[in-house]
């Protein structure tokens, strides 16, 4: 199964565990069998390895993604980055050229393109194969897995599929509607649209020539800032006279509100939480180290992270994009593919953050122009590279780098750093790359 | 007016503002005619300078909470430390002890007790004072505050007095009742007792002789960690025939728990919050430097600081005291005589903290026999003495010191520093104070 998993959005709605640089897809919520916290993306990923161990997986995604992905899935999973974001027509089309360019796949492939976010049961991977098979030899361009209802929501688009059996010609689609409507849809046989759907690669990299005039990886790549911002379904789906859809009816949850996320949790907090005996129906997610106490509260979620603390009823929470829009975004925690930063304390010319590096990691070799740092090694060992010169660090070890100074550090064993940076307005665009020097580079073969 | 302030207690029932070194009364909570946030014990001292401006304060407390006095109310308030807790007797004997040895007031002066943390308006002092110049020239010995009560409290004691003029013989005086019980003390006339009451110096240094065998300062002080737990109630209360009180009227609160204290707030918060406009008396107070985002939510207190994190019903907030006990108390967060900490970080065998120090303050000459110690200087400029030799330092400079340094910092301005600590078991014990070298304490003659 060749599957292009659309990995978007900066979801705000999940406030404060997502934000500009995590996205709720990469928030470890679940537990897996053996009790292990995963996210959305990495429940995904194991699920489809289960289901088709031999898949093509690629992940179409925007750059301030990478790291995450690679930290949470491994260096081997297929990512297609998006220069810039231009919608999903312009998505598919990149990552379908990625696919036969790069990866080597034939144009009458089939290829599945699904949501990275659904949270859903091996079942539905079984689904999405078969939607595949499907599409290798329908005469349909287009095969849609149509979602079967299980409430009248107001979330979704519709589906109206020709009849009953389980592959039908759509007969017509329906956008979000509401709730009323949506009975009448739903009593007219209607199947939720989720966002999936599969074709032949050849099918697509055609509509890619048709509507940007580039039929290949290389140069969709190189223009993709000047395509026009054309969804999929505006630039595909609404011009394509015979499309099918199979049902699916298996769980699926689409898990973007607080409310729908803590439903799918498997008990009532991850992280420091304490409930008195009148509590009902809440759901704690802490990500600071301290206790959260909770007392005499009903039908709520309280979410605590470096960014800030959410306090709601579920069904409020649902609201809460217009008021996270109104915060300053300072990102106060990050995952990259070396590790992890958090930041602990930022003062009028000063930031304090605490740097865990993964053993066998390093940093980009870089320098600030408008900040000294200084870091102090509190556990494992590395070697750090100081213009030019590197040197073993361990615990206890202090590092000062005036501005301008070229560094990075290489974790030998998991390492932690709390750096000080000082300096006027610290930001995070102060950071200019250099290549390593060469003698540096030979000695540490290391994954950036 | 001679006044003791009673100020005690660790007030696990505001957790997590209040904590092992932080007792409520320091909390900054209320609003000056200025807007500035004052604490309960800076409210009360305020407005008793402004009834009496010349009253001899003298706050009762332990060695715990002699830094914050002094931090929030300045070098000159009279503080008359315990040694160690031995109840209400032998503090308010103590320090009457320490009001005609230390401060020389005469034995015929009469002194007004009063705890530290009632929340009330100007007329309580002048009631105060009234009741000091009663005591003055009363048959009794011993003339109480009977507060005129507005509902069935069973938090409180009840004073049943022989009439309704304004001071009367005490009739009896009743424990804490419950609701029921109340309405009938009330309908009888009952007074809500608040531990407050006025006396001549010589009666109180007579029953600690009677009492304890000691009759002046200095031997009391001595003997403090051999005297007997007892209560002022029951050593002195209950003997005596002839007790007066007299009525106050005016407003008068105990603000013991988040229920009572949120009642007193002049707005819905304290620090950064959003409140949805779903929200109905919701009262957050928020110490972290990020947002709390309140959605839906009716009576209910949020409160959030190094500590931990409150989400409580108003009701259920006053049962949080068997919760709190089971936390882990590590304490994050400490106002010093000279600035304050905060614990940013805690790690396996590090601890990074936040430093400040108000201008013109130093911490004590110390050393540390089991942990090495790294300052960065983030803001203000100051001077160092490490191991006897003194350094100006300013914003970027690096101190080491290795286990075993004798160190200590001096604030020439305000100064802010990042303090990793790097050791196995780090303890707050684990500090040794040293004499400062001579010729550094004549160069830096400040306080400590």
Chains 1, 2 share one sequence.
Not at 100 to 112: A, K, L
Request: a negative charge; glycine letters at 8%.
């Amino acid at each position: 199964m060749n599957i292009i998993l659309l990995s978007g959005g900066s979801g705000q709605r999940l406030w404060p565990l997502s934000n500009d640089v995590r996205s709720k897809q990469f928030i470890r919520l679940f537990r897996t069998g053996e009790g292990e916290l995963e996210s959305m993306v990495q429940r995904v990923y194991r699920q489809i390895r289960t289901v088709d161990p031999e898949a093509e997986v690629t992940i179409a995604t925007s750059r301030s993604q990478v790291s995450a992905i690679h930290n949470q899935l491994g260096k081997n999973v297929g990512i297609c980055v998006e220069p810039c974001r231009r919608d999903t027509f312009p998505a598919v089309a990149l990552a379908a050229a990625y696919l036969r360019d790069v990866r080597g796949v034939g144009e009458d492939e089939p290829v599945v393109v699904c949501p990275v976010d659904p949270y859903v049961e091996p079942d539905y991977f079984q689904a999405l194969k078969r939607l595949g098979e499907r599409a290798a030899v329908s005469e349909a361009n287009l095969v849609l897995m149509g979602i079967e209802p299980v409430y009248p929501s107001e979330k979704y688009g519709y589906i109206i599929p020709a009849d009953k059996k389980n592959i039908s010609k759509v007969s017509v689609f329906k956008e979000k509607p509401t709730e009323e409507v949506a009975r009448e849809y739903i009593a007219q046989g209607a199947l939720w649209n989720g966002g999936v759907f599969a074709f032949r690669l050849g099918y697509v990299m055609e509509k890619a020539r048709q509507l940007t005039g580039f039929g290949d990886y290389e140069r969709l790549l190189e223009a993709y800032h000047t395509l026009d911002k054309i969804s999929f379904d505006y630039g595909v789906v609404e011009h394509e006279p015979y499309i099918e859809v199979m049902r699916f009816s298996g769980m699926w949850k689409d898990l973007g509100t607080w409310n729908t996320l803590t439903e799918a949790m498997d008990g009532p907090c991850i992280g420091k939480a304490v409930f008195n005996e009148t509590c009902e129906n809440v759901h704690v997610i802490n990500e600071l180290d301290v206790p959260v106490l909770c007392m005499g509260l009903k039908d709520m979620v309280v979410s605590a992270s470096p960014e800030g603390i959410l306090v709601s009823d579920k069904v409020q929470s649902s609201y809460i994009k217009p008021f996270v829009n109104e915060f300053d975004h300072k990102v106060m925690y990050a995952e990259k593919s070396w590790g992890s930063f958090r930041v602990l304390d930022v003062g009028k010319d000063s930031m304090t953050i605490k740097v865990t590096l993964n053993p066998g990691h390093r940093m980009n070799y870089h320098s600030h122009q408008y900040r000294d740092e200084v870091w102090t090694v509190v556990s494992g060992k590395g070697r750090t590279v100081i213009d030019g010169t590197e040197k073993k660090v361990e615990v206890g070890d202090v590092v000062t780098m005036a501005a301008g100074s070229r560094h990075m550090v290489i974790a030998d064993t998991e390492l932690q750093m709390i750096e000080v940076q000082l300096g006027k307005e610290i930001s995070v665009y102060d950071k200019q790359k250099h290549e390593m020097p060469i003698y540096t580079r030979v000695l540490n073969d290391l994954p950036i």
